[in-house]
């Protein structure tokens, strides 16, 4: 009975874990549209301002490293709660008069950010019991943050182009100046302050659950530790690790950076076109961890791996070819690309479970291996692109689907190899089994045969003796 009284409160729990997860997605994604808007604000070039967002990830990894020692004294519940309140230093981004004051609120965002989604992950696993639909759920709402911050954004921008009233475009200088700026007062701050009232609200709805739940007289089972990973077990899961980083955030890096390749391009499209670009990128992002989670009740997950990881490196030489001849190439191959890298992340943690072990420790790792390679990713490609040219957008994310194919290919054929080991060594220890058994079986029947006939002959030994007569 006490089962069935809890089980709505842990729907309510699940579902508001998930809206937390959708938040800590807006909040992520805010950055990439508002970004042109910010370059004008703080009268900064491209190099500089492409570096706010990967300081942002930066300190949101810093953030997930300081839930471990938080998470020692300070309960979930209060963390999060406590994080979303620090949400609020989200406004002072606008309205900063210079870029380091504002790089200095994106890194108090990112650290309350870290810890609240760690604690978030940290919850929703204890929630799991060890199944991967929690994880897809995760990512979905994830996603739809992502889709939601650059709607939100888009009545608020200022439709800022470095081209306006330029002549002999090179297509490749990223500078802007002041007076290529518009003059009118920018009005992201409206929209920054709507994200602000979502953490507060969020914050109230946790403080009412969690004091609900302490009145709640059946608490969930803590999941039980596993034992200690073996040899093979650990480096196939830092080939995992390895892997998340180098390709687990790139999808979200490519969303954020679509709004200004398609600015300094070749294309020079318009930003609000571009933000819808933004959004419907990310739309396919979360129908594509839609269809994962039906796709994996038929197949493997690696065999779902595979195709993600095969279909990204086609889509990806696509945009290299094609990415700035036509808007509409774009438009459909970074959807293509987006559509086969959106179940990455939660197909490498169900990988896991189908094949190694999967603990709280591995999927924190997971989180700060994609938080950092996002991070790393981001800082990178800003300043190639920054550097050379918008192309080398695409060119990177060619480059590393190649790198995560080649990876993989290597954990792939490791665990191969160790299945087969162990198979081999099982079918060797049945068989020995079984054929003892059988030898075992044979000394009895021939023992009974062997007497039967002895005790056959004497009887016809006496037989003859008597004439052929017994005496009955």
């Known amino acids: 009975m006490g089962m069935s009284k ?7 729990e699940m579902a508001l874990l998930l ?52 998470h020692g004294v300070i309960s979930d519940y209060t963390l999060m709660m406590g994080c979303l309140l620090g949400s609020w230093l989200v406004l002072l981004i606008p309205l900063c008069p210079s870029y380091w004051l504002a790089a200095a609120a994106s890194v108090g965002l990112g650290l309350t950010g870290g810890v609240a989604i760690s604690a978030c992950v940290a919850r929703t696993g204890e929630l799991s019991y060890e199944s991967t639909i929690s994880f897809h759920l995760f990512g979905l709402a994830a996603c739809a943050g992502h889709i939601l911050g650059p709607l939100t954004m888009s009545p608020f921008l200022s439709n800022i182009s470095p081209y306006r009233n330029r002549s002999n475009i090179t297509g490749v200088d990223l500078e802007l100046t002041a007076d290529q700026c518009d003059n ?19 914050a109230i709805l946790l403080a009412v659950l969690h004091h609900g739940r302490k009145n709640d007289p059946w608490q969930s089972p803590c999941q039980e530790e596993h034992e200690s990973f073996g040899k093979v077990e650990l480096i196939l899961i830092g080939l995992l690790f390895i892997l998340m980083f180098i390709g687990g955030g790139t999808n979200f890096v490519y969303g954020s950076l679509l709004l200004l390749f398609g600015i300094h391009s070749r294309l020079h499209v318009p930003e609000n076109t571009l933000v819808l670009l933004t959004s419907s990128f990310y739309t396919v992002t979360m129908f594509g961890r839609i269809g994962a989670v039906f796709v994996s009740f038929i197949v493997s997950q690696s065999c779902l791996i595979s195709t993600c990881l095969v279909g990204l490196l086609a889509a990806s030489v696509f945009l290299v070819f094609t990415a700035e001849i036509s808007l509409l190439y774009l438009w459909v191959c970074s959807h293509i690309l987006a559509l086969f890298y959106a179940p990455l992340y939660a197909g490498l943690i169900a990988w896991c479970v189908e094949n190694i072990r999967v603990n709280n420790t591995v999927c924190a790792v997971f989180t700060f291996c994609d938080l950092a390679g996002t991070s790393l990713v981001a800082l990178a490609l800003g300043q190639l692109m920054s550097v050379f040219e918008p192309q080398m957008l695409h060119y990177s994310v060619a480059t590393i689907a ?21 198979n081999e060594k099982y079918t ?8 003892l058994k059988e030898k075992y079986q044979l000394i009895p029947r021939h023992f009974i045969q062997n007497l039967v006939e002895s005790v ?7 037989i003859d003796a008597n004439g052929g007569h017994t005496r009955y």
């Open 6 to 12: 809890s089980t709505p409160c842990l729907y309510l």
């Open 19 to 70: 809206a937390i997860a959708a938040f800590d997605g807006i909040i992520d994604s805010c950055f990439g549209p508002s970004l042109q808007d910010l370059h004008c604000l703080y009268s900064v070039t491209v190099q500089t301002i492409s570096t706010l967002f990967p300081l942002y990830v930066g300190t949101k990894t810093a953030g997930c490293l300081l839930y471990v020692p938080l």
């Open 184 to 202: 009118s007062e920018s009005k992201i701050i409206y929209a920054y302050l709507i994200f602000a009232l979502c953490g507060l609200i969020l």
């Open 402 to 422: 190649v790198a995560q194919i080649l990876l993989y290919l290597c954990i792939f054929l490791l665990q191969k190899q160790v299945q087969k080991n162990t």
């Open 428 to 435: 060797v220890l049945s068989d020995t089994s079984v054929t």
């Open 456 to 462: 056959g002959r004497r009887c016809q030994a006496a």
